[in-house]
Every structure is written in C-alpha cells, then in structure tokens.
C-alpha cells in the first residue's frame, strides 16, 4: 500500500514569493493533516480536514497561509508571500477511523516525507 | 491543557547498550491516546506504537518496548540491544478523544547509537 505522497521534497523560495506544497494521502483515509515542524522541534499542526471540509484551522496563520482539499483526497497548503520565518519542514499526514476502543474512536496518523521549505 | 514533555534532548549509546526514552504527559481527558513516533535522517515520521489510556498493559515488539504508567503519567520506551539503524529523534505524541484527533507532540528526543 502506498504511503502519503507529497512534493516538492525541497523547495528554495525569496521572501515575498508565493509557494505550495501537495499532499496526497493514503488511499481511503479520510482526515488530513498539514504539520509544520521547525528545526529542533515536534510538529505542530496547521489544519486538519475529515474529507473536504476544514474541522480545525485554528492554528493556521490566515494571513497568508491557506489550505483546500477540494475532493477530499488530495490537499494544497499554500503560502502567500513567504516570510523567512516559514523556513521549515511542512508535513503532511493522514488516519482513518479504526473502530472504537473504551468508547472512543481511535485514528493513528500515517506521515509523509513533508516538504523542506527554505526562504531567503 | 494538553502537554508532552522529553526531558532527553539528546542521548548518545554505543551499540548493543539499552536506552531508554523519557515520555511525560499533561491532559485533563480521561480518554487519551499516547504515541511514539521515530523521525530517520530521511524526515519522516515513522509510527511506532499507540496505547490507549485504559490499556496500561506494557508493550514488547522485537526490542522495542513500551512502559505505561497513568500514575506518574509517564509513557517510557526502552530499545533493547541498540543498534546504529535505531539512530534517529523519537517524539512522543498525545491525542485527548474529547478534543478530536489533534496530535501533541513532544519536542523530541535525538537519539544516536555509535558503533
């Protein structure tokens, strides 16, 4: 089975270009994820999709940062303009419901080899 | 809130030693689910193991083990035998269920075994 696809592996921008990044996520998983890790850290999530719709954005900079998953497969997470702080991997994952456990639905996140983003 | 904490920046062994890798966690759910996850010098996040807050049973698979403790809100891993592959940061993750699937992440541990 095919993981979760994304590209370009690497990118080199200036500031103020615009940029995006492709994701397309194993196959019949229904939520998506785009993470941002900078380097020395964890990931910290930008969006989560359940299909097409956008359950949880709160921690995407509006400003200049937007995200569609217009079919519910595949996803664009875009940056317009780039600041040199955007300077990070962007990664993407995916899960689908795996049943209940103690009452609970249960999802493991499935990930990427994200997108190496530099801005100078 | 929901929290991880590695404490272990960095941890150097020498293959065949055991280490073991520091998890704490902060959450107010009482259905939670820990992860560990193991980034390769390649960048991408390799799922490991989930446990849920209401197995606590350990975990063995290979020489990898899993020890969970809702007491001390631990959720240690231990890698038996170490080898030079096993290099890589491992990040430890929690999902809260009443506050839907979003990860929280650890900010990793970088592990590197010397041959």
């Known amino acids: 089975e095919a993981g979760v696809v994304q590209s370009p592996r690497y990118k080199i921008i200036e500031k103020k270009q615009p940029v995006a990044f492709w994701c397309n996520p194993i196959?019949?998983?229904?939520?998506l994820y785009w993470y941002r890790q900078n380097l020395g850290q964890g990931p910290e999530l930008l969006i989560r999709y359940e299909n097409e719709e956008a359950v949880d954005d709160s921690q995407l900079p509006k400003d200049r940062f937007s995200a569609e998953r217009l079919k519910g497969v595949d996803s664009t997470l875009k940056i317009q303009p780039a600041e040199l702080g955007d300077s990070a991997v962007y990664l993407c994952?995916?899960?689908?419901?795996?049943?209940?456990?103690?009452?609970?639905?249960?999802?493991?996140?499935?990930f990427g080899p994200g997108t190496r983003l530099l801005v100078l | 809130a929901q929290k991880v904490t590695q404490a272990q920046t960095e941890i150097s062994v020498v293959e065949k030693e055991d280490v073991t890798l520091d998890c704490v966690y902060e959450t107010r759910d009482t259905t939670y689910y820990l992860f560990w996850y193991k980034q390769p010098p390649s960048g991408e996040l390799v799922f490991l193991i989930r446990?849920?807050?209401?197995?606590?049973q350990n975990e063995i698979s290979g020489r990898y083990s899993w020890n969970f403790q809702k007491s001390t809100s631990s959720f240690n891993f231990t890698i038996t035998a170490s080898q030079v592959v096993d290099s890589a940061v491992y990040f430890c993750?929690?999902?809260?269920?009443?506050?839907?699937?979003?990860?929280?992440f650890g900010p990793g541990t970088r592990l590197s075994v010397l041959p």
């Open positions: 993750a929690l999902s809260e269920a009443n506050y839907g699937q979003n990860f929280v």
């Open positions: 196959s019949g998983h229904n939520t």
């Open positions: 994952a995916s899960s689908s419901r795996e049943g209940t456990s103690g009452g609970a639905a249960q999802e493991t996140q499935y």
């Open positions: 446990r849920n807050s209401f197995d606590e």
